[in-house]
């Protein structure tokens, strides 16, 4: 199975900060990646799909891009709301698998 | 509007066996696909299985394979998640989610998920 790693594993920040994320694939990926949001208590928020494609709804601070097997998502100006756990997640091969995750917390 | 409504969930001993119900709504259903996720306590998703809308095309992960089946009911637009042989690490919050469209297999629609314990 591909193994997805992402980094860091904790991302310190202040609202109005940028943040960049990263994702790598034990293998090539294509663009099959995708992005999601987690706060607490909630199910997963689609962010980005195939790799630079934001779903319906998210606000165009944030971006995705790579392929192959480095992907990155780019907040570009932080708010309270963005702080949160992120995950990616490849469906290029069976089974789907997503990354351990990466918090983004305040600073 | 989409929804998704997960049921079943509950406490249940090592070896036991458990069935998950996914009720959706405001779609096409039999032209989705529906996969479930899960999420361990304080602990990160995990993919669990898929199924394509016409329910032929079953998928899984290594951690449930030969223990959970996943179908489909589409006259009652349901999908299963039927789980035997349940183990301590089968404790999870469990969700059900949406494909994108008929044929791009990403998740942007969720339910609030049901909890499933394992433990004696």
């Known amino acids: 199975e591909i193994v997805l790693t992402q980094s860091p594993a904790t991302l310190s920040l202040s609202p109005g900060e940028r943040a960049t994320l990263s994702c790598r694939a034990s293998q090539s990926v294509n663009d099959y990646l995708g992005w999601y949001q987690q706060t607490p208590g909630q199910a997963p928020r689609l962010l980005i799909y195939?790799?630079?494609n934001r779903a319906t709804g998210i606000p165009a601070r944030f971006s995705g891009s790579g392929s192959g097997t480095d992907f990155t998502l780019t907040i570009s100006s932080l708010k309270p709301e963005d702080f949160a756990v992120y995950y990616c997640?490849?469906?290029?091969?069976?089974?789907?698998?997503f990354g351990q995750g990466t918090r983004l917390e305040i600073k | 509007e989409v929804q998704l409504v997960e049921s079943g969930g509950g406490l249940v001993q090592p070896g036991g066996s458990l069935r998950l119900s996914c009720a959706a709504s405001?779609?096409?259903?039999?032209?989705?696909?529906i996969n479930w996720v899960r999420q361990a306590p304080g602990k990160g998703l995990e993919w669990v299985s898929a199924?394509?809308?016409?329910?032929?095309?079953?998928y899984y992960a290594d951690s449930v394979k030969g223990r959970f089946t996943i179908s489909r009911d589409n006259s009652k637009n349901t999908v299963f998640l039927h789980m035997n042989g349940l183990r301590a690490e089968d404790t999870a919050v469990y969700y059900c989610?949406?494909?994108?469209?008929?044929?791009?297999?990403?998740?942007?629609?969720w339910g609030q998920g049901t909890l499933v314990t394992v433990s004696s």
């Open positions: 199924i394509s809308g016409s329910g032929n095309s079953p």
């Open positions: 195939d790799a630079s």
């Open positions: 989610a949406k494909a994108l469209s008929a044929t791009v297999w990403w998740w942007p629609y």
């Open positions: 997640q490849q469906r290029s091969s069976w089974p789907m698998t």
């Open positions: 405001g779609f096409t259903f039999s032209s989705h696909a």
